[in-house]
Nanobody
């Protein structure tokens, strides 16, 4: 049981950069995994990047070398730095968090999504 607040979406030109952030709050104690997903019109939601407790990261092939995911456990925040944006990156980006409550229960939370538009 937690709440995720995403920010950073908006309009960016092709080749530009954008920084998305997701802050988790509520009934969480320790975050074990954080990730960013995206869904473009007419397409399935897909994993963009994820980061686990030990700072292990993984990226979709389409964003490798352009996007960087990072986390700040003290602030319960995950960041997605998006560089060299392409029109095909335009989508609604969703934050996902897996966490443990103080009692040890695992929770799964999704953000409401933030729109990223890539256009000149």
């Amino acid at each position: 049981q937690g709440q995720l607040v995403e920010s950073g979406g908006g309009l960016v030109q092709p080749g530009g950069s954008r920084r998305l952030s997701c802050a988790a709050s509520g009934s969480i104690f320790r975050i074990t995994y954080m990730g960013w997903y995206r869904q473009a019109p007419g397409k399935q939601r897909e994993l963009v990047a994820g980061i686990a407790s030990g700072d292990y990261t993984n990226y979709a092939d389409s964003v490798k070398g352009r996007f960087t995911i990072s986390r700040d456990n003290a602030k319960n925040t995950v960041i997605l730095q998006m560089n060299s944006l392409k029109p095909e990156d335009a989508a609604v980006y969703y934050c996902y968090v897996e966490s443990r409550t103080s009692s040890g229960r695992t929770t799964h939370d999704w953000g409401q999504g933030t729109q990223v538009t890539v256009s000149s």
